[in-house]
């Protein structure tokens, strides 16, 4: 029984680390992303889509869209040059105690969510507003 108990241990944690490394690789591929495949995805997926292509790059950003719910939640993707503006612009947002609180002054006071994916800086209140995006990048 010792034995059968040293073979099942190593299984186990060959098998732990297999699953790691894996998971680790596959975190680190990313798809890449465009305007459109968003817009597209938003559409699809029922929401109303706004969004605007700048020709002359306005800080930084190449594109902008907004996908609105029936309920008037939206989410807002604001596409970069480069990953690294994405991320600095999400850092800038991240913790804006001023969207608070705007928000608790129209009465639905909310914690905003940014996100940075590749050249995408992405913002959002509520996470099924995410759940299109999510499955896009997949």
Known sequence: MSKLFKLLSLFC??????TLFASCTR???T????CSDVITTYEE?????????????ENGVVCNVKASS???EYIYFSF????EEAEKYKEEREYSILHWALSGIYG??????TKAYRNIEIEYDNSDLYEP???LVK
Request: no cysteine; hydrophobic share 35%; proline share 0%.
């Open 13 to 18: 944690a060959v098998s732990a680390a297999v």
């Open 133 to 135: 995006f999510k499955k």
């Open 45 to 57: 997926a029922g929401y109303d889509v706004w969004h605007k292509e700048y020709d002359d790059i």
């Open 27 to 29: 975190s680190n591929e």
């Open 31 to 34: 798809k890449e992303i465009t």
């Open 70 to 72: 029936e309920n008037g």
């Open 108 to 113: 639905d006071s909310s914690w905003l969510t």
């Open 80 to 83: 970069f040059e480069s990953s």
